[in-house]
C-alpha cells in the first residue's frame, strides 16, 4: 500500500553541509526531492539549517542560501532555520552539540508551526 501524503516536510542538507559538500550538489539533491513529492501530489515544507563556520563564511553563505533559492524556484514555503531562537542554547542539545533534545522539541514545534498551518488549512 502506498502512502499518499498531503504535505511533506523536508528537513535535509544540515550532514552534507557538515561533512563539506558542494552547496550545489546538496541544492541537486534536495530540488529533487522536492520535484518527487509535487510529482505526487504533496504540497512541501522545507526546512533550512545553518551551519558553524567550520568551512569558513564564503561556504556557510552558499550552503544557507541553496535553501532560499530552491524555495523561490520551487515555489515552496521555507524555514529559513530550523533551530531559530535557541540554536546558541546549549542546553537545548544532545552531548554531541549538534542534536537537539526532547526540551527543544516545542521550540523547534513553534518554528515549523508559522509556516505549517496555513498549509494545513488548504
Known sequence: ?????????????????LRGEKPETMR????????VCRSRGARVLLLGMRLPPNYGKPYTEKFHAVFG?????????????????????????????????AAAQP????TVWKKLEPMLKR
Do not use: C, K, M, W
Not at 500500500?1 to 553541509?17: E, K, Q, T
Not at 541537486?28 to 520535484?35: D, F, G, M, Q, Y
Not at 529559513?80 to 533534545?101: K, V
Open 69 to 101: 533559492e530552491i524555495a523561490g524556484r520551487q515555489r515552496v514555503p521555507l524555514v529559513p532555520f530550523l533551530l531559530e531562537g535557541f540554536a546558541e542554547n546549549r542546553d537545548y542539545f544532545q552531548s554531541d552539540g549538534l542534536h537537539p533534545t
Open 28 to 35: 541537486l539533491n534536495l530540488e529533487a526531492i522536492v520535484r
Open 1 to 17: 500500500r502506498r502512502h499518499r501524503p498531503s504535505i511533506v516536510i523536508v528537513a535535509l542538507g544540515a550532514n552534507d553541509g
Open 107 to 110: 521550540l523547534i514545534l513553534e
